[in-house]
């Protein structure tokens, strides 16, 4: 049992946890055939030296290897956080300042491990021998929240009594460097390629695409990392570096030549098996979406990142493999969507919408959109829906939006019947009725039914408030899946 043993302190306390206090005497006996697949199959873990050395136990490990066949890291280690700050409320007695200098220190320390792998060739390194001695693997991907806990989070907290997922306030204007999703996602991308595994689901989290240096992701690179890609899930932002960094801060392009999006088109283009995309983008690292870039002219949708992002990707990439697509926080016109469809609209059986603004092609002499019967940007896309998507038998649709709305599905134009008392914290603005806002059809006779009828049934109305989707209706896990 002295593999078992071999393992950090925190592997083995995670098991203990999980079995019998009698079973724990007989761990020399135990066997790994039910815990392992149970617990091993998905690990995430931190981008810190001793959660990377767990992972490196578990792909030495004989038996626990084989078993691991999705993992996934979280870069942040007290992102965008001073102690000091963390502090400030935080009240301890006279007796405690001894312990706070210790903590203080293993902040540091963490926070000094962190951004060295980050930003050196060392966490490429780790991951690339790691990766060799995981064979079944098989998802690679990244997630920033305190809802998954990573390997380390636990002997982090105990050292420095904080929790080192939970970002702290993300700050204005331009960055020096590259942020640390951004490296992570292009040092995953190298130790894949440079395996032998064969990754089929990769999902990212906030990575600035578009900053990434040309000679990071080389096409071969890329290739050799996503030629077996079935499923793949992009979180994009657009990030801001100091002009003398990468780019030049008035140009509608980048210094190099690439325009935004083109990235996105680059790893696209090589993933040419790709059957599943969830696709969203962000036009800052606060995630924001709501607002026009200027305000009150519509006309501004046209500038920002998400709209130029997409007007590339749309009229580049062929996705004729494509089976199910997830979009969500983007702005686009009707006809980049059905570009973005049309090349996979007689295999597409499952689609996805969600705060999805689509502004009509007209302007107005003062740069507003005209919002009259010129065009309806949805219902070019439901009758595209209906016409051309014969094997559609998922819909999902919430919350889509047009250039100064929010679209309801409803037999005729909105008005207060389809409104509720307003619910606290809506601050006065309309609340929309879930069933208003939110189109869900399930099997192809229902969602070819459905679509027909939406064509001529869905109204644009004013800003509306309404209850966030079930993340359980939109993400769904497919990863059992025999394609």
């Known amino acids: 049992m002295a593999g078992l043993l ?46 990377l050395d767990a992972l490196q136990s578990i792909a030495s490990h004989n038996e626990l290897r084989t078993h691991v066949q999705h993992i996934w890291l979280n870069p942040d280690c007290f992102t965008y956080d001073t102690w000091e700050r963390l502090c400030q409320d935080y009240r301890r007695s006279p007796q405690a300042k001894d312990q706070q200098a210790v903590q203080t220190r293993a902040w540091d320390d963490y926070k000094d491990d962190n951004a060295r792998l980050l930003h050196t060739s060392d966490l490429t390194t780790r991951l690339n021998k790691a990766l060799a001695g995981l064979p079944n693997l098989r998802t690679v991907g990244m997630r920033r929240s305190t809802d998954h806990y990573a390997h380390g989070c636990a002997t982090v907290q105990r050292a420095t009594d904080r929790d080192a997922r939970i970002l702290g306030p993300i700050p204005e204007g331009e960055a020096k460097y590259l942020s640390g999703p951004t490296r992570l996602f292009e040092a995953l991308v190298a130790a894949v390629a440079q395996s032998t595994v064969s990754i089929e689901r990769f999902y990212t989290d906030a990575i600035e695409f578009d900053n990434v240096p040309a000679s990071r992701l080389e096409d071969q690179t890329l290739s050799s990392a996503f030629q077996a890609l079935l499923y793949l899930e992009i979180n994009a932002v657009k990030g801001f570096l100091a002009p003398s960094q990468h780019y030049h801060r008035s140009a509608s392009h980048y210094s190099d030549g690439r325009y935004p999006g083109s990235v996105l088109v680059q790893l696209l283009s090589h993933a040419p098996k790709l059957r599943e995309l969830g696709l969203q983008i962000f036009p800052n690292n606060k995630q924001s979406y709501h607002v026009a870039p200027t305000w009150n002219r519509s006309q501004s949708w046209r500038v920002s990142y998400p709209y130029l992002a997409m007007r590339t990707v749309a009229e580049t990439v062929q996705l004729t493999n494509l089976r199910r697509l997830k979009l969500e926080k983007l702005t686009m016109q009707s006809g980049m ?34 919002s009259d019967e010129v065009e309806k940007p949805w219902r070019t896309v439901l009758v595209f829906l209906a016409t051309s998507c014969a094997s559609l038998s998922f819909l999902l649709l919430h919350r889509i939006l047009h250039d ?12 207060s019947a389809i409104t509720i008392e307003d619910p606290p914290g809506s601050e006065g603005i309309p609340f929309a009725l879930h069933d208003t806002v939110t189109v869900k059809a399930d099997g192809l006779d229902e969602v070819q039914g459905r679509v027909r009828q939406l064509v001529d049934a869905h109204w644009h109305g004013g800003h509306v408030v309404c209850y966030s989707l079930d993340d359980r209706a939109w993400h769904t896990d497919t990863s059992n899946e025999e394609w």
């Not at 950090?8 to 019998?20: F, K, N, R, V």
């Not at 973005?340 to 507003?368: E, H, V």
């Open 404 to 415: 100064s709305g929010v679209i309801r599905f409803v037999p005729e134009p909105p008005g």
């Open 6 to 51: 071999a393992l950090p302190a925190e592997l083995i306390a995670s098991i203990c946890q999980y079995i019998g206090t009698d079973e724990i005497f007989a761990l020399e006996r135990f066997s790994f055939s039910y815990f392992a697949p149970k617990y091993f199959r998905k690990k995430g873990f931190l981008v810190l030296t001793l959660s």
């Open 337 to 370: 969507l059905v570009d973005l469809l049309s090349p996979a609209a007689a295999t597409l059986r499952s689609l996805k919408l969600r705060d999805i603004r689509l502004i009509p092609w007209s302007q107005g002499p003062d740069g507003n959109t005209i």
